[in-house]
């Protein structure tokens, strides 16, 4: 009965060697048979053991992991268990500094007009830099948090944005934080003939609120007046400028 206990508390999650120590009377294959018994399986310990990644530092409450949580919905790829963050040659710094964050090697590196693979899907590479990661237990995780929808063979992400409430449950200081990761990846800041710069953002015409909102948050923490304009639509895309 002791040994029960001992093979109930610590089988899912311990290695071969501590299970070896706390059962002296008994040889690995021994330890094997009673877990079958028990019907005890060790898939904690067997997903320990093989992340290649610190991935559940996204879902930390930080400056840092909000920006790249906004740079993913841009330039993100999200499956059931993988996420994926693509970036021309010359944004390779940003795929670079992202994996040192989420502590993985997991970076391919693809030269100009080569075939290559993304999420199952072949396309010809302009030059990219691509970063991926695995995990079955903390990418559910974050799609949830975030409400980041995910349909097989389909970009469920681009037309399909999160709840508003998202953004609404955010902190100025993370919002703001999501939103430079955002623009760095769908927007671009040029300087106006007059006084000032724009915000230029190109998205799917379904984000058309969730921009909006963004717009009545930026004034509303910067005590400001925005110009929003819908320069020009094109298929399903729209380009919205903020001055």
């Not at 310990?45 to 993913?72: A, F, H, K, P, W």
């Not at 681009?158 to 990846?185: C, E, H, Q, R, V």
């Not at 927007?187 to 909102?213: A, D, F, M, Q, V």
Request: include cysteine; proline fraction near 2%.
């Amino acid at each position: 009965e002791e040994e029960e206990i001992i093979m109930i508390k610590n089988y899912s999650d311990s290695s071969s060697e501590k299970l070896l120590k706390l059962l002296t009377n008994r040889s690995w294959s021994s330890i094997l048979a009673k877990a079958k018994e028990l019907k005890l399986r060790r898939a904690e310990y067997q997903y320990s053991t093989m992340r290649n990644s610190n991935v559940d530092v996204l879902l930390d409450e930080s400056i840092q992991t909000y920006y790249y949580i906004g740079l993913l919905f841009a330039d993100g790829y999200f499956t059931d268990k993988k996420l994926q963050l693509n970036q021309c040659m010359k944004n390779k710094s940003m795929v670079y500094k992202f994996a040192e964050y989420i502590g993985t090697k997991n970076i391919k590196v693809y030269d100009e007009n080569k075939p290559v693979e993304i999420l199952g899907k072949k396309t010809m590479s302009h030059g990219q830099v691509i970063c991926y990661v695995k995990d079955s237990k903390v990418i559910p995780m974050i799609k949830e948090k975030y409400d980041i929808k995910y349909e097989k063979n389909k970009k469920t992400k681009t037309y399909n944005p999160p709840s508003l409430n998202i953004f609404k449950n955010m902190s100025d200081d993370l919002f703001i934080s999501f939103l430079i990761g955002f623009i760095d990846g769908d927007g671009s800041i040029y300087k106006c003939k007059k006084n000032g710069r724009s915000i230029i953002i190109t998205s799917h015409k379904n984000w058309n609120p969730i921009l909006e909102y963004w717009v009545y948050r930026l004034q509303k923490i910067f005590k400001i007046k925005l110009n929003k304009k819908i320069i020009s639509e094109y298929d399903s895309c729209i380009r919205m400028r903020w001055h």
